[in-house]
């Protein structure tokens, strides 16, 4: 008999900052994480996430689980996961089609590809249809604001501590206004020289005649990219930004799914996409979108912000993508690797997913996700 969905749970996890801290949208006061955990008739469980943004309830997508997707998998064969995302979305079409809704979706897409993984003892990057790299390099995600704290002085004494850590790629938190976010900018390339590539996200904070200006302002200090300049609603925004050719201009953690991205990926609205396997559709979905991205030759580096199932989620699906492009000195992708507070991001899994001692990051090739879950930590992080 045909191995079945036998029970699926949802895990809530809060926790409080020690410190709350800041970015253009607001404050950030917990780290929270939507959990799915899948278990077969085999007594196999997957395991998979939604993202928790910053300032997002993570009841929201819980409860779109718990009452429109959970009736809709129990008894289902786990090896049928395509099957599953296109109805349980078509399901949820007349009030979804984004948002929480896809962002639920992907927790279970991505628990469904575990459990199958490890069904069959494959990891899920064997599973679809092997590995371009074995380890990859990452690039700081922090520098988010505090109280208290002096800036561009406390941003450049970050940036020394991450590049005495071994990295070598960081990115810098903008949105606090034009001026001071050039002078930010120039600040800390000043005091880091050349060698260091330096980003810059503003989380949506502009419109396109303040982008447009701190892009300009900014050109001698060689931004790798600017991501989310401007709200992702504005598409034709983007394709300014983006003739202005000075810097690449980055962004798609806030497109959900194909269809969403889709417009922008085939208009030219974007150098990067930057979907996040948490919240796009997992790793279904997210094998579209990398194929749409490769028809138009648009890079695709992954945004990753969540717990150690997210990191692993999304070491699995870059191991993957192919380079950009396919040549003698091709372009790996990046990892969005999260260096701000999270109480319980390692401390989630076992194997943990730590960096080599030249920075890489090696990517897991265990079973499944290739990792393991501390159920110690969903009893004190439960909501």
């Not at 008999?1 to 709350?20: D, K």
């Not at 006061?29 to 997002?56: A, K, M, N, P």
């Not at 590995?131 to 690039?139: D, T």
Request: glycine residues 10%; proline residues 7%; hydrophobic residues 40%.
């Amino acid at each position: 008999m045909r191995s079945r969905i036998e029970r699926v749970q949802v895990h809530v996890l809060r926790a409080p900052l020690p410190e709350p801290f800041a970015f253009s949208q607001g404050w950030a006061t917990h780290r929270s994480s939507v959990l799915v955990e899948i278990q077969s008739s085999d007594g196999v469980s997957g395991w998979g996430e939604c993202l928790c943004h910053g300032l997002q309830p993570p009841e929201i997508a819980a409860e779109i689980i718990r009452h429109a997707y959970v009736p809709r998998l129990i008894g289902r064969a786990p090896s049928d996961v395509e099957v599953i995302w296109e109805e349980l979305y078509n399901f949820t079409r007349p009030y979804g089609q984004g948002g929480a809704v896809v962002n639920a979706l992907s927790g279970i897409d991505i628990a469904l590809w575990d459990l199958l993984g490890r069904t069959l003892g494959q990891s899920i990057s064997r599973l679809l249809g092997g590995r371009f790299r074995e380890n990859v390099e990452p690039y700081v995600t922090g520098f988010y604001r505090r109280k208290n704290s002096k800036y561009p002085e406390d941003g450049i004494l970050e940036a020394q501590r991450h590049i005495a850590d071994g990295f070598r790629a960081l990115k810098l938190k903008l949105g606090f206004g034009p001026t001071e976010d050039i002078a930010y900018v120039r600040a800390v390339r000043e005091a880091l020289g050349k060698e260091v590539r330096l980003m810059a996200d503003a989380n949506c904070a502009y419109a396109v005649p303040a982008a447009r200006e701190i892009i300009r302002q900014t050109a001698d200090c060689h931004l790798l990219f600017f991501e989310e300049p401007l709200a992702p609603e504005d598409i034709e925004g983007y394709r300014l930004l983006r003739k202005l050719g000075i810097t690449s201009v980055a962004a798609g953690e806030g497109l959900l799914g194909k269809h969403a991205c889709c417009r922008w990926i085939s208009g030219g609205a974007l150098d990067i996409l930057q979907p996040d396997i948490c919240s796009s559709g997992g790793f279904t979905e997210l094998r579209k979108i990398a194929t749409l991205c490769q028809c138009w030759n648009t890079r695709l580096i992954p945004h990753v912000w969540g717990s150690g199932i997210c990191l692993a989620a999304s070491l699995q699906f870059i191991a993957t993508i192919p380079p950009s492009s396919m040549c003698l000195q091709p372009v790996p992708p990046l990892l969005e690797y999260d260096c701000s507070d999270h109480p319980f991001r390692t401390e989630l899994v076992f194997n943990a997913l730590g960096r080599e001692p030249g920075g890489w990051v090696n990517i897991p090739d265990r079973p499944g996700l290739g990792i393991e879950v501390n159920r110690e930590i969903l009893d004190r992080f439960g909501a």
